[in-house]
């Protein structure tokens, strides 16, 4: 799924993936996630912590060079201030993606998922497994 959305630069949606897998975050967290959140001055952390909306509890994640470039390239791109959302609605009533359109990006993400499993010829649990233990 990365490289699918690397190469049709998806760069939003790449940031999105890949904070996603690292954070771990339920998706209400990772939607609300702001740049001072994830970043330390200019430049995206190795490191982040924020305070989970369910628990109110803090959860500390790694966030890998894969992902920091992501990241980066993203708040370059939407020309991001520290203050802003990371991922910051495209609808004026909202300040950051909501979660039921984040809910629709991962469906589309699944089924992109699915049909290229199908086209290989492997078993969905296969695939996620395969791609968790592989690094791109």
């Given at each position: 799924m990365r490289v699918?959305?690397?190469?049709?630069?998806?760069?939003?949606?790449?940031a999105l993936f890949?904070?996603?897998?690292?954070?771990?975050?339920?998706?209400?967290?990772l939607v609300g996630l702001k740049v001072r959140d994830v970043c330390h001055g200019d430049q995206?952390?190795?490191?982040?912590?924020v305070v989970q909306h369910k628990t109110q509890r803090p959860v500390q994640f790694?966030?890998?060079p894969a992902a920091r470039d992501a990241v980066q390239a993203w708040i370059k791109l939407a020309g991001l201030k520290p203050e802003d959302f990371l991922f910051p609605s495209r609808l004026h009533d909202s300040p950051h993606l909501g979660?039921?359109?984040?809910?629709?990006?991962?469906g589309h993400w699944h089924s992109k998922l699915e049909s290229t499993v199908r086209y290989i010829?492997?078993?969905?649990?296969?695939?996620?497994?395969?791609?968790?233990?592989?690094?791109?």
């Open positions: 699918r959305l690397q190469m049709e630069g998806r760069v939003r949606e790449l890949n904070l996603g897998i690292d954070s771990k975050l339920r998706g209400c967290d995206v952390a190795a490191r982040a912590i790694e966030i890998t979660t039921r359109q984040y809910a629709r990006i991962l010829g492997i078993e969905v649990d296969d695939a996620l497994e395969i791609s968790e233990q592989t690094e791109i």
